[in-house]
Each structure stands twice: as C-alpha cells, then as structure tokens.
C-alpha cells in the first residue's frame, strides 16, 4: 500500500473515486476549466461515522491525515499569508491578528500567520489550562467534538489591541496612541457550510467587535446558498467579511446519502475491514528519545499565542533540532515526522528543517481525534489506520485516537513529535502509539516538545534584532521547564469532625477538607451550566442551589430506602470483605466526597459488626480534571501507611474519576519522589485501585455488585451526606497548602435524614451476612478484570444523539439522578420494562420538564443526557426544561 499524495493525484486514479462510484459523492469545480481538476488535486474522499456528514473532504496538502512533503504543507499556507497580505496592504497587514481553528488547522493557521509576516498568532484549542482565563469559546457545527476554547495569554490580543507582544490594548505596534481595529483573520482547512465561521464571528464580535474580517481555507465547498448566509451575516453586523481560499467549488449529494454512508460504514465494520490496522509482526523497532532543546520562552505553538519574536527564535534553532533528529535516523531513506492533534506546527517547522538538510524523503502529518473508516483501495483516501489510546489524559475523558496512511506507507522511520503533557505512561504502554509504530517501520524517534504554560505577565515588545539567541536564556521567558512541584506545608490541620462540621457523628468520618460554610458559592443551575459548558468556569468553582425535596420526593426516598436497603447492605458487606481478603487486613479507609462518604461510614460499620474492627475513615475531595487534594494525600502519608489506604466511592459511571484518581496518585508519587504510579504499589504508595459499592461501567476489580441498582443515597444531596456539600477547589479561595474546601448546610438540619440511611442499611447487616459470604467466596475466585464496557456505551450514545462530549452523557441511577438535581438536564434514556428502580428518576424528571425515552439494549437502567446547548435558554424562568430548537 501506498498513502495518497499531491504528487500523484493527477494521475489514473483519484483517491475519492471509491466514495464517488458507492455513493454519488460529487466535487464540482468553480466553473474554470481546470476546476474539478484543481479539487482533485486538493482534495480525496473518505466516510466516516458521524451523525451530522458522512463525507469527509481529505485534504492532500493539509498534513493530517495524508503525509505529504513539510515543504509543500507549509508553502500551502504560507502563500495563502502571502494573498491575505496582498489584500489587505501593508499597513493593515500589520495589524491583523491571526486565529486558527483545532485541531485541524492548528498548522495552516500558523503558517498564514509566518506568511502574513508580522502578525501574531492564536488558535482555538480542546485542552482546559489550569490558570488560564477563558477569552471566549465557540462550537464547529459538523465536527465530532465540538468545543473550541481561546486560551490568549494576552488577554488583548483578541480585543483588537493586544498584539501578544505586552503592548497595551488600544496601541498599535508602530503607532503609538492610535485607536486599534484589528482586522481578524480566520483560518480552517475547509468551509463546507460556513456554519463553523458564523459562530466564531458571532460569539466574538459580541465580545470584541471590529470592521474587518478575513476568512481564509484552502478550499472553499459552501453552497450559493450557504454563501449568502455569510454574506448578509456581514451586512446584519456591520463588518466587512472577505474570503481567500485556494482552491473553491460544491459537494453534491444525492438524496439519502448520510443513510447510505452509515450503512457503508456499518458494513465495512462488521465486516472487519476498516477497523483497525494491517495485520503486522512483532514490533521492528525500539524507540529512542531525541532531546531537541526546544528554544527557552518559545511556545510549543499557539494555544497562548505566538509573536513574531518567538518566530524569529524557533527559526534560528530549527537548523540545531533538525540536525540532533538527522543524527538519530541513520541510514534511513523515508522518513515520517509525526505531530500529534493540535500540536502541528512544531513538528511542521522541524520536519521541513530535516527536508532542507538531509537527502532522505520527508512526509509529515499528524495523529487525530476523528474517527474515519480505512479502505485500503487506491481510489479511497484513507488507506490505513493506526489505533491507540489517548496519551494526554483529555478533559473528555480517554477514548481512541488514529494515525492514518501509516501502516504500510513503506517509512523506515518515525519521528513522533509530542508536548510533555502528552508524554506519558499512555504513549509508551504496550498498546499505545509508540508500540503500534514501531510495528510498521525499522526506527521510531521520540520529539517531546515542552509544554508552554503561561506563569508571568506579557513580554516586552522586542524588536527582531533584540530577540535573544537561542542558545542565550531570555530574561522574559516564563520558564516552561521548571518543576511545578510545590514544597508541602510545615504544618496542615487536622481533619474536620462532627458536629463542628457535618451531622455524622465524629468517629464516622474525619473530613480532610476547610470549612467554607460563610462563604456564598451557590448559583443558579442554568447559570453554572452555561459557564460550564463554555469554558468559562470550572464546575468545582461553585455549587448548585441545594435541592429542597418536596414532600412526595421524600415519601419516594422513604420508600426506596425500604425497598433496596438489605441489597445495598449486601453490597456494602460484599466490598468490604474483599476489601479485608485481597488488600490489606488493616484498611485505611479514603472516601471520595461526597457520594462515596456514606459508602465508607457503612464499610467501616460493617467491619465493626462482623469482625470487631474499628477502621480509620477519611473523607477527601477529588475533581476531575484537576485530580485528587494533594495535600490530603500528604496528611495520610504523614499519619498512615500509604499501602494501607483503600480509595472508597459510591459508584462507577463511565469511569472518568477511576481513570482522574489512577491519573492524580501517579503524578503525586512522582512529585514526592517515588518512581510513577504503575510502581507506587509495590514500593509502598498509594494503591489507586477503588472500591465501590455498584460497578455497572466495569471500570474496578473492587466491587459490591456490578448491577445498576437505585442506591437511595443518589436520591437526595447534603440532606442524605451529613448535611456536607459538594467540594470546591477555586484559587482565592484553597491557597497552596490549603485543602480544598466545602459547606456545611446547618440550617437543613430539619430535612437531614444521613443517619436514618446508615441506620437503615446497617439493621439489615445480619440478615445478609450468609448470602455476603457466598457472594464474597465466587466473586474471589473470578476473573474481574475492568471491561471498560460503560465508558464503550457512552461514546456511542454520545455521537448517537449527536451530542460529542462524553462529559455530558451521565450513566447509571446515581448518575442520572446527579443530572436532574445539579445540571440542565436534556433527556433520560430508561430501559424499557425498567421498575420501582426509577420511580425517583421519573419524578424528577416530571418536576423538571424532561422527556424519558425508553430504549432497548440499553447497558444501564438509565442515562441522563446534560442539555448540549448549555445557555440558560435551555431551560424555562421556572427551571423546567425546553425542547431544543
């Protein structure tokens, strides 16, 4: 097999043609003579599953999913600088900034901005920076993952005078005092509704309004239709809107065709082509590091923006990483250099560097998110795909991600090109990227770019001649390699107790947390969605009203808590007599606030009951995406054997706090010293193996059940959890060697109903202690390793009902309850012939406006779909829920 390529597109075969002769897939030219030949040249065809297209345009000379020569990928866009220039002259040109759009044009948009000359650069990004201001964010319509987000290090650089150089707002470069109107300048690789460039101008010109806008793409595929849409989107806000594409013309498509290409795909899939990758041998190579030493205060691109300053020192230490690189490879004659999603222009620079100075054949492109399907025919795009798990731990959580037009491309060596957030136990773990290359090709070289995170102000603005060399440190650079490890405190305080904080009694549970109860943190549930979803807030930042139930809510609650009490003490007995069998006889028990507290009062209860033990139980906050209380984990340490600790929490979902907390333990044990979380097992550390009461998504070996039962603790908040609310991790609020905070809701104390639970529960101990040993003596003598199926059946409900960010589909009882109480909730998806198990659920849903949809197959007893559209229009003045327009 060989991959596609510019080179040999005007050749017999055309590498959208299979799509074309199955489907009727269609690309018309502008109407010049060579139009049609001019797409082709650009563009080949493949499917893919998607709900909203079912084509994809694969471009030739992107360098994502085709390798394609560094030199022409970045002329591509370089040229397309060149003519963005040329329009709008030179002294507008100088003032234009440049935005590109993730993950795609990450590159494009970088080398239109190197072509522009002096324009600095930005592009949107999926990847959450922890200390970095949201300047905005928007949605591209026909993608699989939608949410962009703008992370400028200068926040003035999208408001029309920040150039990204430290200037002031207001002022241009060169000329002093004047009033600044920057033209913006949009860059994708392809428009084919223009939808994408409407939400950008509208979501922007709102905050940042200007008169001139620039789009430019290498094709342009909209309709005439979809053209006048932009067009009196100008008019409607004022602003001239100009276009600069290379390449423009239509897609036709016939009727039914999105059904057609489902079905395509489908089959292909059963069948088991188009899956995963060519069948190969023992992997060929090892992997060796190739230690760059990327330029000091360079960013790795343009997340946080990139200044011509910092063009002008990568460019000066290109030549020095391309002959490190070239020193690595041998007598290699084909030679990949790989990127990795959003970081393109990096490994794009690096790899034309290495064309200029060795005699080898050079290819680039990148690895992606975007699932497409594999046909390995000459006249289809997509020949080949590499799979492999994500290796940056992602804010969505983990899932696959592709390298196309890889595996039997003939390379005799890769060059990976990573950020250091991306260089992790993921990438180089039996089944992650580096083993699937190494597969196919003799010789596999690791590039780890450092991660650029904005730590100090804006830089001065330095002229070209003052840019330091590379090799010289630069007294404004914000050091990207220093430790962000922070010393522990002298001294930390002593767990939180009842009846000083919480309604548990004090020897139930010692919360490792501040007390925040006189500071107002809650907000409205639509107003937190909204903030949420759009980045502009972390959902640890603030709480939700707490839910006040009504008096049917808690007469279901009551009622439930009959019904299902001996089966959760079943459950309760169940975990923790393998907790007592497998782990430690000693367990120190860690729940996870707030819903695994009361699962760890009921085991410590348990192990009291039936063998006289009298365990230590501790309360600490984990947020996902920020990881478990660092300085929780010190004060264990410091009282407690680590392995001895057992992580407690109430249920599995899809498995995204198993996966946050696996993720936290590893990077603490590395901060204090250990050797990484795969080996802090065994040298004493914290075991980041959880226990929990229900395990429906088959996430952990340490379980109570693995059914989706109702455990009536999900039913209710703090009125069910010692009157304690959520955790909160918010930067004026948890200094550094603070623990994260929560509340305290005194003034509930009249609806609290924590101790009836436990109560509940535990009378019901005895009459489960036979069928617990039974259950105990088969479940240790099982194969329970973690099936992950849960997490499966997210991602395909997620792109199913066309929401694409697992992070809003919330499965299981406890889940869907959590939706209906706390968020903006869109829908529930039920199992048909579910019973009493959803009595609760139905009511909520009654209460709140929500529709239930009986599915069949369904892996849950329910699953709560989170509103996607996430502005407080979603929801009516009375919090009820509105159909989505």
Same mark, same amino acid.
């Given at each position: 097999?060989?991959?596609?390529?510019?080179?040999?597109?005007?050749?017999?075969v055309?590498?959208?043609?299979?799509?074309?002769?199955?489907?009727?897939?269609?690309?018309?030219?502008?109407?010049?003579?060579?139009?049609?030949?001019?797409?082709?040249?650009l563009?080949?065809?493949?499917?893919?599953?998607?709900?909203?297209?079912?084509?994809?345009?694969?471009?030739?000379?992107?360098?994502?999913?085709?390798?394609?020569?560094?030199?022409?990928?970045?002329?591509?866009?370089?040229?397309?600088?060149?003519?963005?220039?040329?329009?709008?002259?030179?002294?507008?040109?100088?003032?234009?900034?440049?935005?590109?759009?993730?993950?795609?044009?990450?590159?494009?948009?970088?080398?239109?901005?190197?072509?522009?000359?002096?324009?600095?650069?930005?592009?949107?990004?999926?990847?959450?920076?922890?200390?970095?201001?949201?300047?905005?964010?928007?949605?591209?319509?026909?993608?699989?993952?939608?949410?962009?987000?703008?992370?400028?290090?200068?926040?003035?650089? $999208?408001?029309?005078?920040?150039?990204?150089?430290?200037?002031?707002?207001?002022v241009?470069?060169?000329?002093?005092?004047?009033?600044?109107?920057?033209?913006?300048?949009?860059?994708?690789?392809?428009?084919?509704?223009?939808?994408?460039?409407?939400?950008?101008?509208?979501?922007?010109?709102?905050?940042?309004? +200007?008169?001139?806008?620039?789009?430019? @793409?290498?094709?342009?595929? +909209?309709?005439?239709?979809?053209?006048?849409?932009?067009?009196?989107?100008?008019?409607?806000?004022?602003? +001239?809107?100009?276009? &600069?594409?290379?390449?423009?013309?239509?897609?036709?498509?016939?009727?039914g065709?999105?059904?057609?290409?489902?079905?395509?795909?489908?089959?292909?899939?059963?069948?088991?082509?188009?899956?995963?990758?060519?069948?190969?041998?023992?992997?060929?190579?090892?992997?060796?590091? &190739?230690?760059?030493?990327?330029?000091?205060?360079?960013?790795?691109?343009?997340?946080?923006?990139?200044? %011509?300053?910092?063009?002008t020192?990568?460019?000066?230490?290109? %030549?020095?990483?391309?002959?490190?690189?070239?020193?690595?490879?041998?007598?290699?004659?084909?030679?990949?250099?790989?990127?990795?999603?959003?970081?393109?222009?990096?490994?794009?620079?690096?790899?034309?560097?290495?064309?200029?100075?060795?005699?080898?054949?050079?290819?680039? /492109?990148?690895?992606?998110?975007s %699932?497409?399907?594999?046909?390995d025919?000459?006249?289809?795009?997509?020949?080949?795909?590499?799979?492999?798990?994500a290796?940056?731990?992602?804010?969505?959580?983990?899932?696959?991600?592709?390298?196309?037009?890889v595996?039997?491309?003939?390379?005799?060596?890769?060059?990976?090109?990573?950020?250091?957030?991306?260089?992790?136990?993921?990438?180089?773990?039996?089944?992650?990227?580096?083993?699937?290359?190494?597969?196919?090709?003799?010789?596999?070289?690791?590039?780890?770019?450092?991660?650029?995170?904005?730590?100090?102000?804006?830089?001065?603005? $330095?002229?070209? /001649?003052?840019?330091?060399?590379?090799?010289?440190?630069?007294?404004?650079?914000?050091?990207?390699?220093?430790?962000?490890?922070?010393?522990?405190?002298?001294?930390?305080?002593?767990?939180?107790?009842?009846?000083?904080?919480?309604?548990?009694a004090?020897?139930?549970?010692?919360?490792?947390?501040?007390?925040?109860?006189?500071?107002?943190?809650?907000?409205?549930?639509?107003?937190?969605?909204?903030?949420?979803?759009?980045?502009?807030?972390?959902? @640890?930042?603030?709480?939700? &009203?707490?839910?006040?139930?009504?008096?049917?809510?808690?007469?279901?609650?009551?009622?439930?808590?009959?019904?299902?009490?001996?089966?959760?003490?079943?459950?309760?007995?169940?975990?923790?007599?393998?907790?007592?069998?497998?782990?430690?006889?000693?367990?120190?028990?860690?729940?996870l606030?707030?819903?695994?507290?009361?699962?760890?009062?009921?085991?410590?209860?348990?192990?009291?009951?039936?063998?006289?033990?009298?365990?230590?139980?501790?309360?600490?906050?984990?947020?996902?995406?920020?990881?478990?209380?660092?300085?929780?984990?010190?004060?264990?340490?410091?009282?407690?054997?680590?392995?001895?600790?057992?992580?407690?929490?109430?249920?599995?979902?899809?498995?995204?706090?198993?996966?946050?907390?696996?993720? =936290?333990?590893?990077?603490?044990?590395?901060?204090?010293?250990?050797?990484?979380? &795969?080996?802090?097992?065994?040298?004493?550390?914290?075991?980041?193996?959880?226990?929990?009461? =229900?395990?429906?998504?088959?996430?952990?070996?340490?379980?109570?059940?693995?059914?989706?039962?109702?455990?009536?603790?999900a039913?209710?908040?703090s009125t069910?959890?010692?009157?304690?609310?959520?955790?909160?991790?918010?930067?004026?609020?948890?200094?550094?060697?603070?623990?994260?905070?929560?509340?305290?809701?005194?003034?509930?104390?009249?609806?609290?109903?924590s101790?009836?639970?436990?109560?509940t529960?535990?009378?019901?101990?005895?009459?489960?202690?036979?069928?617990?040993?039974?259950?105990?003596?088969?479940?240790?003598a099982?194969?329970?390793?973690?099936?992950?199926?849960?997490?499966?059946a997210?991602?395909?409900?997620?792109e199913?009902?066309?929401?694409?960010?697992?992070?809003?589909?919330?499965?299981?009882?406890?889940?869907?309850?959590?939706?209906?109480?706390?968020?903006?909730?869109?829908?529930?998806?039920?199992?048909?012939?579910?019973?009493?198990?959803?009595?609760?659920?139905?009511?909520?849903?009654?209460?709140?406006?929500?529709p239930?949809?009986?599915?069949?197959?369904? %892996?849950?007893?329910?699953?709560?779909?989170?509103?996607?559209?996430y502005?407080?229009?979603?929801?009516?003045?009375?919090?009820?829920?509105?159909?989505?327009?």
């Open positions: 097999m060989s991959a596609p390529s510019e080179e040999r597109t005007s050749g017999m055309w590498s959208g043609n299979w799509v074309t002769e199955r489907l009727g897939v269609e690309l018309v030219g502008d109407g010049r003579p060579d139009g049609d030949g001019d797409l082709r040249e563009l080949g065809l493949a499917l893919r599953r998607n709900p909203k297209r079912a084509h994809l345009l694969v471009s030739n000379v992107l360098g994502k999913h085709v390798p394609q020569k560094p030199s022409v990928v970045y002329g591509a866009g370089f040229e397309l600088g060149r003519r963005v220039r040329a329009l709008l002259g030179e002294a507008e040109a100088r003032r234009a900034v440049v935005l590109g759009y993730a993950e795609t044009a990450t590159g494009l948009g970088h080398a239109v901005a190197d072509g522009l000359g002096v324009a600095p650069y930005l592009h949107s990004t999926r990847r959450p920076v922890d200390g970095v201001a949201r300047a905005g964010g928007f949605e591209e319509s026909h993608s699989h993952a939608t949410s962009h987000l703008l992370l400028p290090e200068d926040p003035g650089l $999208l408001a029309g005078g920040g150039r990204g150089d430290g200037k002031a707002p207001g241009v470069a060169g000329e002093p005092g004047a009033v600044a109107d920057a033209p913006l300048v949009l860059v994708d690789d392809e428009f084919s509704t223009g939808n994408t460039v409407l939400n950008t101008i509208r979501a922007l010109h709102e905050r940042y309004p +200007r008169g001139r806008y620039v789009v430019v @793409a290498l094709v342009d595929m +909209r309709s005439p239709a979809d053209r006048g849409r932009l067009a009196a989107f100008a008019a409607e806000i004022g602003a +001239r809107v100009d276009l &600069v594409a290379r390449g423009s013309g239509t897609v036709t498509l016939p009727d065709v999105l059904e057609k290409g489902r079905a395509l795909v489908a089959a292909h899939e059963k069948a088991g082509s188009g899956s995963r990758e060519p069948v190969a041998g023992p992997g060929r190579a090892s992997c060796t590091r &190739v230690d760059l030493r990327w330029p000091a205060g360079v960013p790795d691109g343009g997340r946080h923006g990139f200044t %011509p300053a910092h063009r020192a990568l460019e000066r230490a290109l %030549p020095t990483m391309a002959a490190r690189v070239a020193a690595e490879l041998g007598d290699a004659r084909r030679v990949l250099v790989l990127g990795f999603e959003e970081l393109m222009y990096a490994p794009l620079r690096l790899a034309a560097a290495l064309e200029e100075r060795t005699d080898a054949e050079v290819r680039y /492109s990148t690895t992606t998110r %699932p497409v399907l594999a046909v025919d000459p006249g289809y795009a997509i020949r080949s795909r590499l799979v492999f798990p290796h940056d731990n992602p804010a969505d959580g983990p899932g696959d991600r592709y390298a196309y037009n595996a039997g491309a003939g390379f005799d060596a890769v060059v990976v090109t990573v950020d250091s957030v991306a260089d992790t136990h993921e990438l180089h773990a039996p089944g992650g990227l580096l083993a699937r290359l190494a597969a196919h090709t003799d010789r596999v070289l690791l590039a780890v770019v450092p991660s650029y995170v904005p730590s100090c102000g804006p830089r001065p603005h $330095l002229p070209d /001649s003052q840019v330091p060399d590379s090799h010289v440190p630069d007294p404004y650079a914000c050091d990207s390699y220093a430790s962000e490890r922070q010393e522990p405190p002298t001294v930390l305080p002593e767990p939180l107790r009842g009846p000083v904080f919480s309604s548990y004090p020897d139930e549970v010692g919360w490792l947390l501040q007390d925040l109860s006189h500071v107002e943190l809650e907000a409205p549930v639509e107003e937190r969605e909204e903030a949420i979803q759009s980045g502009g807030a972390h959902y @640890a930042e603030s709480l939700p &009203v707490e839910y006040q139930p009504s008096a049917r809510y808690q007469s279901l609650f009551k009622a439930a808590l009959e019904l299902s009490a001996a089966r959760v003490a079943r459950a309760v007995g169940t975990v923790t007599e393998t907790v007592l069998a497998e782990r430690t006889p000693r367990p120190v028990l860690v729940s606030v707030r819903a695994g507290t009361p699962v760890g009062i009921l085991m410590r209860r348990w192990a009291r009951h039936r063998h006289g033990l009298d365990l230590p139980h501790y309360a600490v906050s984990i947020v996902r995406g920020r990881g478990i209380d660092a300085n929780a984990l010190r004060w264990l340490a410091a009282h407690h054997d680590p392995a001895d600790v057992v992580f407690v929490d109430g249920w599995t979902g899809k498995g995204a706090i198993t996966r946050e907390l696996a993720e =936290a333990l590893a990077e603490f044990d590395g901060a204090e010293g250990g050797e990484g979380g &795969v080996r802090a097992k065994r040298s004493g550390g914290f075991d980041p193996e959880i226990a929990v009461l =229900a395990d429906p998504g088959g996430c952990v070996r340490t379980f109570g059940t693995r059914e989706d039962f109702l455990i009536p603790s039913c209710l908040n069910v959890s010692g009157l304690v609310s959520r955790t909160v991790l918010r930067s004026d609020l948890v200094g550094p060697d603070d623990f994260h905070g929560a509340k305290f809701y005194r003034e509930l104390a009249d609806g609290d109903v101790g009836h639970f436990l109560d529960v535990t009378a019901c101990f005895d009459e489960v202690a036979d069928a617990v040993d039974a259950e105990v003596a088969a479940l240790l099982a194969d329970r390793t973690p099936t992950w199926e849960g997490w499966a997210v991602e395909r409900i997620s199913e009902y066309g929401i694409h960010d697992v992070n809003l589909v919330k499965p299981g009882v406890g889940e869907t309850t959590r939706v209906l109480l706390r968020r903006v909730p869109w829908k529930i998806l039920a199992r048909r012939g579910a019973g009493a198990d959803l009595d609760h659920i139905r009511l909520l849903a009654q209460q709140r406006g929500v239930i949809e009986e599915v069949d197959g369904l %892996p849950y007893t329910c699953v709560g779909l989170i509103h996607p559209k502005t407080r229009g979603a929801t009516g003045a009375d919090g009820r829920a509105v159909e989505s327009k």
